[in-house]
């Protein structure tokens, strides 16, 4: 069992809509949770942070992390064009250690 | 926020010569830098822990002559790809962090060509 999961996609959706992207872990010491957007030929963009368990919103963005389901959660509200990328999900137990990536989920927003 | 800066943004080179591409923290200190690989369509894959004043740590399966990696200073590190091949083609892409609340900061990636 890889350490982080991830949808890989493709993920095609028609502007306006709700995306919802997760991530399943198995590591129990991860406390720090992050969401990253990748635009092609871009490196990795920090979107969403949050520690432990809960929720985070910000703009159009809400980060859910549910710890005792090892199970976290990205939704983008009112999807744009501009929104097509790669989202990332990524933790890390302890400040700078054991950081993971999943393997990413493409989206792309269709106008 | 924390701000990582790598240079070149791309870069083509000819088979056997060698390439030095450079990570910098603009407005912070790092005494650890990342340095991961990136394959077209494919997930960023950590190659190496660069430690300032200290030998980096490399993952299993990267070669250490190849990827010579210098944190010489707490705002630098440097990865030189040697005697570059066609395989050696990539994204890549380092990070630092600067505090927890402010997770991983990545450069903007350096684009690898070798012909």
């Known amino acids: 069992q890889k350490e982080v999961e991830q949808d890989p996609g493709p993920l095609s959706v028609p502007e306006g809509a709700i995306v919802s992207l997760n991530c399943t872990y198995s590591n129990s010491a991860f406390q720090y949770f992050m969401w990253y957007r990748q635009y092609s030929r871009k490196g990795p963009e920090l979107l969403m942070y949050t520690y432990s368990s809960g929720n985070k919103e910000d703009g159009r963005f809400t980060a859910q992390v549910d710890k005792s389901s090892k199970y976290i959660s990205l939704f983008i509200r009112d999807s744009q064009p501009s929104d097509s990328a790669t989202y990332l999900c990524a933790m890390m137990s302890n400040y700078g250690q054991n950081f993971v990536f999943g393997p990413g989920t493409r989206l792309s927003v269709l106008p | 926020g924390a701000v990582v800066s790598q240079h070149p943004s791309w870069v083509i080179c000819k088979s056997g010569t060698s390439v030095k591409i450079e990570c910098r923290s603009l407005d912070f200190q790092a005494t650890t830098m990342f340095w991961y690989r990136q394959f077209p369509k494919q997930s960023l894959m950590l190659m190496a822990t660069s430690n300032e004043g200290s030998k980096a740590t490399y993952e299993q399966g990267v070669e250490k002559d190849k990827f010579l990696i210098n944190h010489a200073s707490l705002t630098l590190s440097t990865l030189t790809v040697t005697s570059a091949h066609p395989e050696d083609s990539s994204f890549y892409i380092c990070?630092?962090?600067?505090?927890?609340?402010?997770?991983?900061?990545f450069g903007s990636g350096t684009r690898l060509t070798v012909v």
């Open positions: 990070s630092a962090v600067d505090r927890p609340s402010y997770g991983y900061t």
